[in-house]
């Protein structure tokens, strides 16, 4: 069974940042891991996805130039730092796993919560101007 566990959310001001993390009881590095946030009363969001064997990232538009996704194989952990932070980023963020397939899918679907199978609890951030 695969375990997520986020932390790092926090109360911050606008143009502040965060580095959120993601602990998961399995070696990640057969997975595949993203980020996801929902804010109240809107869709759950993609924020981030990696590919680590291929050493690729990919962000939404919301997000990208400002925000930073990593994985620690070693420590078993996600990252995702997040800086400019602005009142549109509260939401509740949400790390979620897949067994790794093949890149070619990851690629144009990482973005889709349904793909994952695993999910954390969240962690809050809220931003106040």
């Known amino acids: 069974q695969v375990q997520l566990a986020e932390s790092g959310g926090d109360s911050v001001q606008s143009g502040g940042s965060l580095r959120l993390s993601c602990v998961v009881s399995?070696?990640?590095?057969?997975?595949?891991m993203a980020w996801f946030r929902q804010a109240p009363g809107k869709e759950r969001e993609g924020v981030a996805g990696i590919y680590v064997t291929h050493g690729v990232t990919d962000y939404a538009d919301s997000v990208k130039g400002r925000s930073v996704i990593s994985q620690d194989n070693d420590k078993k952990t996600l990252y995702l730092q997040l800086r400019n932070l602005s009142a549109e980023d509260t939401a509740m963020y949400f790390c979620a796993a897949q067994e790794r397939g093949s890149y070619r899918d990851w690629a144009p679907s990482w973005a889709r919560g349904d793909r994952y199978a695993y999910w954390g609890q969240g962690t809050q951030v809220t931003v106040s101007s």
């Open positions: 399995v070696d990640p590095y057969s997975y595949s």
